[in-house]
C-alpha cells in the first residue's frame, strides 16, 4: 500500500508544487479560522485551537505549514500525535530511531483539533489518532488536513476536511514530499 513519505528524492513526476502547497496551506488557514469562529462563544468552547501532525510525515508536513499557518492563526498552538503504540501504525522507534510520544501543549477538552496528515491511504492511522486525540479530552470539534486524499483506498469512511491533492494512486507509485522545497513527486516504486 503506498503511503506519502518524507525525503529529499529529486526524481519522479511534480504532482504539487511550493505554489500549490502555499496556497493549500493559505486554504487551510482560512478554512480553520472560519470553523473556529462558527464555534459557539459559550462554555462548550474553551477557544483554543490545538493543530497537531500525525506521525512523523504528518508532522514534517505541519511543519512546512506553519508560516502560512501562523499567519491567520494567532494563538494556536501546534502539537504532534503519535499512533505508533495505538496498534494501527508501527512502532516510531523501530522506523525513525526516536521515541516519540504524543504532545499537545495545551488542554484538548472544549477545544477545536486539527489534525494534520501526510495521506489518508492508511485510514486506520488517523483513527488511531482520533482515539489518542479523545483520549487526553473531548474537544468540541475534530477537522482532518491532507496532504494527498486517495478516496479508493480508504478503511474506513474518513473524509478530510482539505486536502492539498486528491488523486488516485497506484500499488505501482508512491509519493514523496520533500519538507524544505515544499514539493510533492510521484515516482514509480521498484520491484
Do not use: C, W
Not at 512546512?64 to 505508533?84: I, R
Not at 525513525?96 to 485510514?123: E, I, K
Not at 474506513?156 to 515544499?182: C, M, R, W
Amino acid at each position: 500500500m503506498p503511503s506519502v513519505k518524507i525525503s529529499d528524492k529529486v526524481n519522479g513526476r511534480v504532482i504539487l508544487d511550493p505554489a500549490q502547497f502555499m496556497q493549500q496551506s493559505i486554504e487551510a488557514a482560512i478554512l480553520i479560522n472560519t470553523h473556529r469562529k462558527e464555534l459557539p462563544a459559550d462554555s462548550s468552547y474553551n477557544g483554543r485551537v490545538i493543530i497537531a501532525g500525525i506521525g512523523n510525515n504528518g508532522e514534517a508536513v505541519l511543519d512546512a505549514m506553519k508560516p502560512y499557518l501562523m499567519e491567520t492563526l494567532n494563538g494556536a498552538v501546534y502539537g504532534f500525535v503519535d499512533t505508533s503504540l495505538s496498534g494501527y501504525h508501527l512502532v516510531s522507534e523501530e522506523v525513525f530511531g526516536v521515541d516519540r510520544t504524543t504532545h499537545l501543549p495545551t488542554d484538548v477538552d472544549r477545544s477545536y483539533a486539527v489534525l494534520v496528515a501526510a495521506d489518508t491511504f492508511n485510514s486506520l492511522t488517523l483513527l488511531g489518532a482520533i482515539k489518542e486525540l479523545f483520549a487526553l479530552g473531548r474537544p468540541k470539534r475534530v477537522d482532518l488536513v491532507t496532504l494527498v486524499n486517495d478516496p479508493g483506498r480508504r478503511v474506513i469512511p474518513l473524509h478530510p476536511n482539505l486536502s492539498f491533492l486528491e488523486t488516485e494512486i497506484s500499488d505501482q507509485h508512491g509519493v514523496y514530499f520533500n519538507a524544505a522545497s515544499k514539493i510533492t513527486r510521484m515516482y514509480e516504486n521498484e520491484h
